[in-house]
């Protein structure tokens, strides 16, 4: 890897400082990600602001929202127990993460921040649009069996790798940023941007914006939520696909209900539709497989991955049954 | 007998490797060595029309670059004793064969700088469009000549005639993709000339064989070449051949006149020390109602190089297994644009999934028990053309006993029977089988010092498996020492002889060299003895002197006795022996497995819950490495089985996945309890030896197909196409 400087801050303004005055800077929390895509020779940034040690590691609830700080450790916020108990989606889909040693370094804002698994992505010997604009995507005619099915383009079709954020976006979070201009929040729904013709563009940051914080709303919605994760094997892998599920039931009829997939699409993939065919309705077999035709319809698989088309409907009835008692 | 050997002894080693003061050949330091690292073709075929190294040689740090341009001239190995296994070397010339070819070798004063310039080295290529899809070119395959396993094509009978004459037939084919050894430790060599004369420190199955390939590569005496590998970080047969790299870095260290060293990145690793190709079988056998084979005709065809068509996946389950009087296994080839493929953990595992997944498949058409249908077609002899005797053979009592400890008899037969809920269970079985023996043995070399304490060497190696465990166990016994003062020394070429440790040969081999040396430093030892006016034990007859924990004993009267260590004092000099090699009469290690899956019909997911293996070893040196073959065996079955695949890129020739992130090897929540059982009963085909038999490889030629049979059992899908991921579950029953 090229020689780079490192630093380590322990005030969040003087991270956005350091990284906003340096084109090829860039921020590192556990370091499980970067310092790969730094092997590889994906990523080359000439300055490593280290951001683990700042003061940004809380859990709690106040005002009926749970705030996540960003430096904390992926593993500590599946363990807590308000978030086992009123967010369990969140809890669960990062147990489903990783290994427990990744957990116990990972931090909740470079969990965000990881970039597609897209093994051309991930291998400078292969063209690939997000790393090299314009040099093309192989994936598209290749081997595309963990690829997208929905949001995808002619540009790209990688996937999100994250469980965490297929989970907070089911449960409409919101992520805390710090910038050069100061503090803004943004809705997760509009974090993560589909790849279109700029799929090197991941997400809404601007370069020297800092993650510090997730927000999420408590509901009774949150606290009846589920995380399905399907993988070719039993931990340690990335999502075939998944499925966060959260809804509430009045009278027998799902009351309000958000979905979001993953594995599936280049970002979290929430979808209305699936949302709408269930809303106001009994859970039932049919009700459950209309709501599945509803998030497929429109999909694009390639070659190798036709099967996330039945697979993801399949997942996302197995969790509905799971809430609804259909078991 | 003794009771060190066959004791569970712990690794001796182990303590050293968990705490790292083992030293794997990545962890040699040798002062002044300069890093290497390799730059990689990205095209699948063609060659070299430009290559621009300016921005790398003048990179910090970088101390030269070597391309085609400026490689110093190699000699291609092939001679005796050699392992080179290639007909081509990379930087020689601007051909192309692959992606992932070395196109140049970066030297710079530390790692990271090597791998950095090697980052900017810029190519220019005259590419060809690769063929990379063993499907897209099944109309070009051949049978090669005969290569390491013999003739590629066998017929024994009549398989037509015996097809015409079955009640039943089956005609099935199987897939099996592109799979990577993956040994934890990567690749390493350091190479260090003084005055001439080259020490290599590799990461190397075959120390001996690595001597002479790089003496004959690099034109010096082979006693002028010393290869030193003291522990292995697994090889799996990746590290059994000699590959380009380690012969490249030893030209460029002596080009240099500086030590240079040179560890394979993960990636690097997936092109350049050979694979298990992709492969297509197809099995066509007949049977009578009552299960008797009448013919199997069985036609594997396998992936090799352009340059290379060695064939490792062995024909021998077919042509031993079962008696079946008419045969024909045919192994084809097929060329294509990807790296030369190489041995691999089990090299016969392809050929045994095919033909035990089969047999199960005759077994639902003849509603027959799949262990009754093995019994039927047992054979106590080798019905093979050449009849080479197996020595001895207790597979019956694997199959009874391995059923009674799984349970078997409890199993209901009929798929899609057993239920948990809603989950599907499924049972399957199949035998497993490796020939070990046949082979070049070792020879061995002990010197008992005036401490009364001995030190046992050979030039072999532990790959991982408790090869300085259960020889120190052998050295101690057939010397009559107690263990503590027995030190058993390998991984040096200046050591006695040893062949490679592949094949599962080290035990059956090193094993009857370590016994050879050691009995004869024991009837020394007694001589001098008996014939030394100062001992008590002088003028008794040697036959009638014992030694037990380093005390000698008259077996007439104990309280008459000497010590090993007044002995060798008295003598004035150390007692040695050595043996010279041996070879290894052929063995035959079979047993029965059994696995249970677990399904979820809704989501194809399948789940691996119990694996038990019965097998027969001959004697068993050390329980506790036996069993941790064994399970070696049952993991990397799941692996085999279930996830691992290595995939190609059809249009770029290039292996997208090469590395841990993208190719599923299990993780310990994808493996249940594993049971072991062994026979234990010594082979008589190998006293040397003590009885014991090559074993390691054993395991896995059955667990896969028990694995895949018990998918089925549960399902009543039978895929065919390896690995059985939750899609193709899915698939198989929406197209019911």
């Not at chain 1, 322990?10 to 340096?22: E, N």
């Not at chain 2, 015996?162 to 039943?168: H, S």
């Not at chain 2, 012969?247 to 694979?275: D, F, M, N, Q, W």
């Amino acid at each position: 890897m090229k020689l780079f400087d490192y630093t380590r801050v322990s005030r969040a303004s003087d991270a956005v400082g350091l990284v906003a005055g340096r084109p090829g800077g860039a921020f590192i929390g556990g370091g499980t990600e970067l310092t790969n895509l730094m092997k590889d020779g994906v990523l080359a940034p000439d300055l490593v602001v280290d951001v683990s040690r700042l003061d940004l590691s809380d859990i709690r609830v106040s005002r009926g929202r749970l705030h996540i700080g960003a430096t904390a450790r992926m593993g500590d916020v599946a363990d807590h127990p308000v978030v086992r108990e009123r967010f369990p989606v969140v809890s669960e889909a990062l147990l489903a993460s990783a290994s427990p040693q990744v957990r116990n370094r990972a931090t909740i804002g470079g969990n965000l921040m990881q970039r597609t698994r897209c093994w051309y992505y991930r291998d400078p010997g292969s063209a690939c649009n997000k790393r090299e604009p314009g040099s093309g995507c192989p994936a598209l005619e290749g081997q595309n069996r963990w690829h997208a099915i929905h949001g995808g383009s002619d540009h790209c079709i990688a996937v999100h790798p994250s469980d965490l954020a297929v989970s907070l976006t089911a449960l409409d979070a919101t992520v805390a940023v710090l910038g050069p201009d100061g503090r803004r929040s943004v809705p997760l729904g509009d974090f993560y941007r589909l790849p279109g013709s700029t799929p090197h563009r991941d997400n809404a940051l601007r370069h020297g914006e800092l993650i510090t914080g997730v927000e999420v709303p408590q509901s009774p919605l949150a606290a009846g939520s589920r995380y399905l994760k399907l993988r070719d094997r039993a931990s340690f892998e990335f999502a075939v696909v998944s499925v966060a599920a959260a809804l509430t039931r009045e009278r027998g009829q799902v009351g309000d209900v958000r979905l979001a997939f993953g594995g599936i699409a280049p970002r979290p993939w929430r979808s209305p539709e699936a949302e709408d065919a269930l809303r106001g309705r009994r859970l039932t077999r049919t009700t459950i497989a209309a709501a599945g035709r509803a998030l497929v319809e429109g999909a694009r698989p390639r070659e190798h991955n036709a099967f996330k088309v039945e697979l993801v409907q399949r997942a996302l009835a197995d969790v509905l049954q799971d809430l609804g008692g259909l078991k | 007998m003794s009771p060190i050997v066959g004791s569970p002894l712990a690794r001796i080693d182990g303590r050293a490797k968990v705490t790292g003061a083992a030293t794997y050949t990545a962890d040699t330091e040798v002062r002044g060595a300069l890093h290497g690292f390799l730059a990689l073709s990205t095209v699948a075929g063609g060659r070299i029309t430009g290559i621009d190294v300016r921005d790398a040689e003048r990179s910090p740090g970088v101390v030269a670059v070597f391309t085609h341009r400026n490689m110093p001239e190699l000699v291609v190995p092939a001679g005796q004793g050699t392992a080179y296994w290639k007909r081509v070397i990379p930087l020689q010339n601007a051909e192309i064969h692959h992606s992932g070819q070395p196109v140049a070798y970066l030297v710079a004063e530390s790692p990271e700088q090597a791998r950095h310039a090697a980052s900017l080295v810029k190519v220019t290529y005259e590419a060809r469009t690769p063929r990379v899809g063993l499907a897209q070119a099944m109309d070009e395959a051949y049978v090669p000549e005969p290569g390491l396993k013999g003739p590629n094509d066998i017929t024994r009978g009549d398989p037509a005639a015996g097809l015409a004459q079955a009640d039943v037939r089956i005609d099935v084919s199987y897939t099996t993709p592109m799979h990577h050894h993956n040994a934890l430790e990567p690749s390493a060599t350091t190479a260090v000339w003084d005055d001439g004369k080259l020490t290599v420190y590799e990461t190397a199955q075959g120390i001996n064989a690595t001597k002479a390939t790089l003496a004959e590569a690099l034109e010096v005496p082979p006693a002028d070449v010393r290869v030193i590998s003291r522990f292995l970080g697994g090889g799996f047969g990746a590290k059994g051949p000699v590959w380009p790299h380690t012969l490249i870095t030893a030209a460029i260290a002596r080009e240099l006149g500086r030590p240079v060293k040179l560890v394979l990145s993960r990636a690097h690793t997936y092109t350049s020390h050979g694979h298990r190709p992709e492969t297509h079988q197809r099995l066509r056998i007949g049977a009578k109602r009552d299960g008797t084979l009448t013919a199997i005709e069985h036609v594997t065809t396998s992936q090799v190089s352009r340059t290379e068509d060695l064939l490792f996946n062995t024909s021998e389950p077919t042509r031993m297994l079962y008696a079946c009087p008419n045969l024909r296994v045919t192994q084809r080839a097929v060329q294509l644009d990807l790296p030369a493929p190489s041995m691999m953990r089990s090299p016969e595992v392809v050929a045994s999934h095919g033909l035990e997944t089969a047999l199960d498949e005759l077994s639902y058409e003849l509603g027959m028990d799949p262990i009754e249908l093995r019994l039927r077609n047992y054979t106590a002899d080798n019905p093979d053309a050449d009849g080479t005797p197996f020595g001895s053979k207790h597979l019956k009592e694997c199959y009874r006993r391995g059923a009674d400890a799984f349970g078997w008899n409890k199993r209901d037969p009929r798929p899609r029977s057993m239920r948990d809920g809603d989950t599907l269970i499924g049972w399957g079985m199949a035998t497993a089988a490796h020939t070990a023996g046949g082979r070049p043995g070792a020879g061995a070399r002990v010197v008992i010092s005036a401490e009364g304490k001995a030190t046992v060497q050979v030039a072999t190696h532990d790959i991982g498996t408790g090869t300085y465990t259960v020889m120190s166990q052998v050295a101690a016994q057939s010397l009559g020492l107690d263990l503590a003062h027995v030190r058993f020394e390998l991984g040096d070429s200046n050591y006695p002889f040893a062949f490679v440790s592949a094949a599962s040969a080290t035990v059956p081999g090193v094993g009857a060299a370590v016994n050879r040396a050691c009995t004869a430093a024991r009837r020394t030892l007694i001589d001098i003895t008996v014939t030394d006016p100062r001992s008590p034990l002088h003028g008794i007859p040697a036959d009638r002197v014992t030694i037990e924990d380093g005390t000698l004993y008259d077996t007439d009267r104990r309280a008459r006795r000497d010590t090993v260590r007044a002995v060798v004092a008295r003598h004035g000099e150390p007692v040695e022996a050595t043996t010279e090699p041996v070879f290894i009469p052929p063995g035959y290690s079979t047993g029965a497995c059994f696995a249970e899956v677990r399904v979820d019909p809704g989501l194809g997911q399948v789940r691996v819950t119990r694996m038990h293996g019965f097998f027969d070893a001959g004697r068993v040196f050390n329980r506790r490495t036996l069993r941790s073959q064994g399970i070696g065996g049952a993991v990397w079955a799941v692996g085999f089985t279930l996830s691992e695949h290595t995939l190609v890129d059809r249009r770029l020739g290039r292996i997208v996945n090469p590395n841990l992130s993208g190719y599923l090897v299990p993780v310990n929540a994808d493996i249940p309890e594993v049971h072991m059982g062994f026979v234990d009963k010594p082979d008589p085909a190998n006293p040397d030896s003590l009885g014991a038999r090559g074993f390691g490889e054993t395991p896995m030629t059955g667990m896969t197909a028990a694995i895949g049979n018990a998918v089925y059992h549960a399902t009543g899908r039978r895929i065919r196409d390896l690995p059985i991921t939750q899609d193709k579950i899915i698939e198989a029953a929406e197209d019911q």
